[in-house]
């Protein structure tokens, strides 16, 4: 036995180049995209909203953040001057800062959305939206678990 | 056995590379193959050729950017990246209802020769040599520090090597191979040999991993490289009248502000705002030899052409030169196809150095067992 391990204890390593192929079989195969979240609208403004994934918040710069997919109906994504979607109790008003800004050039956009430590009853998540003629548009989604 | 002796040395240099010897060689190779990977994907793929029968003049950013409009209408380009003269120039887009792609056009007459919606042999081999395909937890993954490790691996062994080999630059002078003396006596040979003559690839690929290893450390531990431009004002988003970013107009006025900020700049990327509070940032070279093709770059808002950020080799800090001057010396790039020829074949010497030191080790250990290392 100690023979044995004497001789094959450096081959032990080689175990992890079998990794790269799990993990190329998982790429190849994601998991199904999360449920839409049913859709808003608003005059000519419509939207859903979509998580990336099951997972909660992961800290960036020490606060937590979550990513959604925003998939605007309607061919109003170019009607959109700026949009953002953030949580919070009542309806946010345009910030300064870019935190939680919908980017993307297409219909399905994305935005790494920030989350307070403690979800409050009443929180929502608040898609704002900015149309070229300076009007606020504001849909809002209650949070799920 | 006395530390510092030759014998607690040898030791030494077995530990630092026989544990792990086929990852090592792994990533040595996969990193000499990705080293020619353009090419690889020059030979390979038609499509990806620039080729020029009529010998044209090589055409601008912005009238590829018209000829893709023009040729693939849906798309919306988010970055135009231009790579050696005998390939295609990427153009990376989205597309309603439609994979993001990378559109291959040629340079030289505009033509979109492909619309590759996977993933491509160039990044697939950055990926397994970077990272194993170790997947990505935002910041950081296992992969990458596994990889970049192995810098530290590399470095370790290179030292307690030229311990052990007493009197190493003998080798230089008066190299030797033995070919008919048995295996043992060719694999320390050679072993040897290629070590010498690579002292100076060794030292290169291994702090240049080291850096690579600090970066994933600073990722990890979100510590920016750079100061990032805040985003576009709400003061002057409540002046901006309505136009599409996705315009050759508003692109062309973008490179001019570069190219009146640098001199004799060539734009090598150009990333297209991703929301309309962000900006162009155009990212070229001036030819400061070593830096990369993107050392030069400046970020210019798209509502009032103003330049707010530039980065330049003469205002970098220490790291921030290392970051640009990192990969040419990885990846062998510095002076093109034959820089990249050089650090192919010492990447191959570097890939057998683990293999030849295991298969010493393992003949000893095979005959003697108890005296392994």
């Not at chain 2, 520090?145 to 030229?162: C, D, E, R, W």
């Not at chain 2, 690579?198 to 450390?217: C, D, E, N, R």
Request: one cysteine or more; aromatic letters at 16%; glycine letters at 4%.
């Amino acid at each position: 036995m100690k023979v044995f391990w004497l001789r094959y204890r450096f081959w032990i390593n080689g175990f992890i180049l079998l990794l790269p192929f799990w993990f190329l079989y998982q790429a190849l195969t994601p998991p199904p995209l999360e449920s839409k979240w049913a859709k808003k609208q608003s005059g000519e403004f419509s939207a859903e909203v979509r998580p990336m994934d099951k997972e909660p918040p992961y800290l960036h710069d020490g606060k937590r953040e979550k990513d959604f997919s925003v998939i605007f109906g309607d061919s109003c994504a170019n009607k959109v001057k700026q949009a953002y979607l953030r949580v919070a109790t009542s309806a946010p008003n345009l910030p300064d800062d870019d935190s939680g800004i919908v980017h993307g050039n297409t219909s399905i956009q994305h935005a790494h959305v920030p989350f307070p430590d403690v979800i409050k009853t009443d929180d929502r998540l608040w898609l704002t939206i900015q149309d070229w003629q300076g009007r606020i548009i504001q849909l809002s989604w209650v949070l799920e678990k | 056995m006395v530390f510092g002796s030759r014998r607690f040395w040898f030791k030494l240099h077995g530990w630092f590379s026989l544990p792990v010897w086929l990852l090592f060689s792994f990533v040595c190779v996969t990193g000499t193959i990705a080293v020619m990977s353009h090419e690889i994907t020059w030979i390979t793929n038609p499509e990806a050729r620039a080729e020029n029968p009529k010998n044209l003049p090589k055409k601008s950013m912005v009238e590829l950017f018209k000829a893709v409009q023009a040729q693939v209408p849906d798309a919306k380009v988010t970055r135009i990246m231009e790579l050696e003269p005998y390939l295609v120039t990427a153009v990376f887009v989205n597309r309603e209802d439609k994979p993001p792609a990378i559109l291959y056009v040629n340079p030289y007459s505009a033509k979109v020769q492909e619309v590759n919606q996977g993933l491509t042999f160039i990044g697939f081999m950055r990926m397994l040599h970077g990272w194993l395909l170790f997947p990505w937890h935002h910041h950081y993954s296992v992969g990458y520090y596994l990889v970049t490790l192995m810098a530290f691996v590399l470095m370790g062994a290179l030292i307690s090597g030229l311990v052990v080999y007493k009197k190493f630059w003998r080798c230089f002078l008066q190299p030797k191979l033995r070919l008919n003396q048995g295996r043992q006596a060719f694999y320390k040979d050679f072993h040897r040999l290629v070590a010498i003559w690579s002292i100076w690839f060794f030292v290169i690929m291994s702090l240049t991993g080291i850096w690579y290893f600090v970066q994933a450390v600073m990722w990890h531990n979100e510590v920016p490289l750079w100061k990032e431009a805040k985003p576009i004002s709400q003061q002057v988003m409540s002046q901006a009248q309505q136009k599409s970013l996705q315009s050759p107009d508003v692109l062309s006025a973008a490179l001019k502000r570069s190219e009146s900020e640098f001199k004799n700049f060539q734009p090598k990327m150009i990333s297209f705002p991703e929301h309309n509070r962000d900006y162009f940032r155009v990212a070229g070279t001036e030819g400061a030899f070593l830096f990369d093709d993107y050392s030069y770059q400046l970020l210019v808002n798209p509502w009032n052409d103003e330049v707010s950020d530039v980065r330049k080799p003469s205002q970098m800090n220490v790291l921030q030169v290392i970051s640009h001057i990192a990969d040419p010396l990885h990846y062998g790039t510095f002076a093109g196809l034959w820089s990249k020829a050089i650090w192919f074949v010492f990447g191959l010497l570097l890939s057998t150095m683990s293999i030849t030191g295991f298969l010493m080790w393992s003949k000893r250990t095979i005959i003697k067992p108890k005296k392994a290392v």
